[in-house]
């Protein structure tokens, strides 16, 4: 049984920076891909960005694309993601998601495993 633990949301101004964490324990993430999800209030949830396992493959929503950095520390059993030149609109609560198939984690599609989500505010 993987657990997936996200840290390092919080506040930041506009054109902030924040790096989020997704650290696994029970297990290891070697053989799954892992995916960064995030829901606002009043909103559905919406895929943000994916890495396959061993890092050959990246997704990034086209909100995101340019601003946002997924990387992964198979030995630290970590997965990152870099937000910079944040928006207002990228406030909610970040997910990170595990799931052995690359592709229907980019879909959404049913994660094996999910995180209990940290909040990120973009707000001056």
């Known amino acids: 049984q993987v657990q997936l633990v996200e840290s390092g949301g919080g506040l930041v101004q506009p054109g902030g920076s924040l790096r989020l964490s997704c650290a696994a324990s029970?297990?290891?993430?070697?053989?799954?891909?892992i995916g960064w999800f995030r829901q606002a209030p009043g909103k559905e949830r919406e895929g943000v960005s994916c890495i396959s396992s061993r890092g050959a493959s990246t997704y990034y929503a086209d909100s995101v694309k340019g601003r946002f950095t997924i990387s992964r520390d198979n030995a630290e059993n970590t997965v990152y993601l870099q937000m910079n030149s944040l928006k207002p609109e990228d406030t909610a609560v970040y997910y990170c998601?595990?799931?052995?198939?690359?592709?229907?984690?980019?879909?959404?599609?049913?994660?094996?495993?999910w995180g209990q989500g940290t909040q990120v505010t973009v707000s001056s």
């Open positions: 029970g297990g290891t993430l070697d053989y799954y891909a």
């Open positions: 998601a595990a799931d052995r198939d690359y592709r229907a984690l980019v879909a959404g599609r049913g994660p094996d495993y």
